[in-house]
């Protein structure tokens, strides 16, 4: 698996783009910014995107899902359940012309080949939000936590 890691958007969020056997899973979309999309379909090229996976719904993390709307996003439902006050918050900080995604698909009811040929489990780890989950891709040894866990310190969890 090829890892790529971007950060995009006002609040440099990752995004990371994920490559095997010709698939690209997303996880998470910080940004819909025309320059910051551009560089997504460089890195992904001719291969097909199989998904958007969130590690949770802040707006910092999910602005750019809206570009992609024939592709299937997953996030956990107590996430989904609050996602709407995503546009208030984005306002605040420098997001404000806020589009959500739509028909983003609960991920906890669906098996572990959702994505194949990507291998993960989700693992479900309230705090920075009620539906906030980490990707492990125990194989390779690999966990996306999202904004659970932060570089040399820990996440939020105060929100």
């Known amino acids: 698996m090829i890892i790529h890691k971007l950060k995009q958007g006002s609040l440099k969020t ?9 698939s690209i ?3 998470d979309c910080p940004s819909d910014n025309n320059n910051d999309i551009k560089i997504i379909s460089e890195i992904i090229e001719n291969k097909q995107i199989i998904g958007i996976i969130y590690t949770h719904n802040h707006f910092d993390h999910i602005a750019g899902g809206h570009k992609f709307e024939n592709i299937k996003q997953v996030m956990h439902s107590k996430d989904i359940d609050t996602i709407n ?3 208030k918050l984005g306002k605040l900080f420098n997001y404000p012309n806020l589009k959500l995604p739509k028909n983003i698909e609960n991920i906890e ?6 994505f194949y040929p990507f ?5 479900h780890t309230p705090g920075h939000s009620g539906g906030s989950i980490c990707i492990l891709f125990e194989k390779e040894k690999i966990i996306f936590t999202g904004d659970t866990i932060f570089k040399n310190h820990i996440g939020r969890t105060d929100i």
Do not use: S, T, V, W
């Open 109 to 114: 009811n669906k098996n572990k080949d959702i």
């Open 25 to 27: 899973l997303i996880i």
């Open 119 to 123: 291998n993960f489990e989700i693992l």
């Open 14 to 22: 990752n995004l990371y783009i994920l490559e095997k056997e010709n």
């Open 85 to 87: 006050e995503q546009i």
